[in-house]
T-cell receptor, first 114, second 119 residues
Framework: DGGITQSPKYLFRKEGQNVTLSCEQN?????MYWYRQDPGQGLRLIYY???????QKGDIAEGYSVSREKKESFPLTVTSAQKNPTAFYLC?????????????FGPGTRLLVL | AQKITQTQPGMFVQEKEAVTLDCTYD???????LFWYKQPSSGEMIFLIY??????QNATEGRYSLNFQKARKSANLVISASQLGDSAMYFC????????????????FGQGTILTVHP
């Protein structure tokens, strides 16, 4: 079945450590996105990419980095510069054709700081 | 800049009754799309319904309908015949779109409303 996979489901980070969250999609979508969700809050856009080898900062990009070397993959690295990384991270993709085409979301990764 | 406001932190409804979840938005764009998503406790985001800014009729999808009032910049979600499985967090979101239909893709989300359905 086509869909979006995120791994791991839970991730623990130590102080000063960089960690990478995986996001893979087999929907052949052009655009991919990373969102952060804090408890009881809405989603905020971290980074997005509309084409391979190109990506743009979202509203809260500081302390994060991404790459888009393949259409199917859009990993997110949470760097040590992100001082409050504990959150739920959601990856999404879309065919980016507008209209009723929605974004499809992965199951998410919960990041906790030790 | 786009902004979505959901003023109801929590709502309660009796099973089999209808409930309206409020959403107002602010944008200077002429062309945009409005979405509603459901997020159960598992965390997944489930797409419910879409309304384009140029759509003259309110969108409907099964038990979900979107009460779109463009002049008031509101896009309320109506859930008819509530079920226990409807208990979840609900998010309203907006996406800017150009007139040709090509999406810029980015979604702006509201803070969400927690819906609890009582038996």
């Amino acid at each position: 079945d086509g869909g979006i996979t995120q791994s791991p489901k839970y991730l623990f980070r130590k102080e000063g450590q960089n960690v990478t969250l995986s996001c893979e999609q087999n929907l052949n979508h052009d655009a991919m996105y990373w969102y952060r969700q804090d408890p009881g809050q809405g989603l905020r856009l971290i980074y997005y990419s509309q084409i391979v080898n190109d990506f743009q900062k979202g509203d809260i990009a500081e302390g994060y980095s991404v790459s888009r070397e393949k259409k199917e993959s859009f990993p997110l690295t949470v760097t040590s510069a992100q001082k409050n990384p504990t959150a739920f991270y959601l990856c999404a993709s879309s065919p980016d054709r507008g209209g009723q085409e929605t974004q499809y979301f992965g199951p998410g990764t919960r990041l906790l700081v030790l | 800049a786009q902004k979505i406001t959901q003023t109801q932190p929590g709502m309660f409804v009796q099973e089999k009754e209808a409930v309206t979840l409020d959403c107002t938005y602010d944008t200077s764009d002429q062309s945009y799309g409005l979405f509603w998503y459901k997020q159960p406790s598992s965390g997944e985001m489930i797409f419910l319904i879409y309304q384009g800014s140029y759509d003259e009729q309110n969108a409907t999808e099964g038990r979900y309908s979107l009460n779109f009032q463009k002049a008031r910049k509101s896009a309320n979600l109506v859930i008819s015949a509530s079920q226990l499985g409807d208990s979840a967090m609900y998010f309203c979101a907006m996406r800017e779109e150009n007139a040709g239909g090509t999406s810029y893709g980015k979604l702006t989300f509201g803070q969400g409303t927690i819906l609890t359905v009582h038996p």
